[in-house]
């Protein structure tokens, strides 16, 4: 395989991986998604689309510190995206009313 060949299939691992992780999140069936988007995330760890939507589903599978770190992650590969900013300050709101 060459390595033109091998990039094209790291770009298509990517694109299966997160589309799949996105129709898991969609029906609700966060251990798919959260499955899916960790494969993704192997080609490709700066993914800011891949790891902020890796935190939503986190969220909703109660792990709140990983999904905390995944957003402080995404945040330092993009610093002031505002979608991410706002979820990880109702994070942040959300551990200050259980601690």
Same mark, same amino acid.
């Given at each position: 395989?060459?390595?033109? /060949? &091998? %990039?094209?299939?790291?770009? *298509?691992? %990517? %694109? *299966?991986?997160? +589309? !799949? #992780? &996105? ?9 798919? &998604?959260?499955?899916?988007? /960790?494969? #993704? *995330? =192997?080609?490709?760890? $700066? +993914? @800011?689309? @891949? =790891?902020?939507?890796?935190? !939503? ?5 109660? *792990?709140?510190? +990983?999904?905390?770190? /995944?957003?402080?992650? $995404? !945040?330092? %590969?993009?610093?002031? +995206?505002? @979608? ?6 109702? !994070?942040? /709101?959300?551990?200050? #009313? $259980?601690?």
């Amino acid at each position: 395989m060459s390595k033109q /060949d &091998a %990039i094209l299939m790291q770009k *298509l691992a %990517i %694109i *299966l991986n997160s +589309n !799949l #992780a &996105a129709y898991w999140l969609k029906l609700r069936q966060y251990e798919g &998604a959260k499955f899916h988007y /960790d494969l #993704a *995330l =192997r080609f490709y760890k $700066t +993914n @800011v689309k @891949v =790891r902020y939507q890796k935190a !939503l589903a986190l969220v909703k599978m109660g *792990l709140m510190d +990983n999904a905390k770190l /995944d957003l402080e992650i $995404t !945040l330092k %590969i993009e610093l002031g +995206n505002s @979608v991410v900013l706002k979820k990880s300050q109702q !994070l942040q /709101d959300a551990f200050g #009313a $259980t601690e």
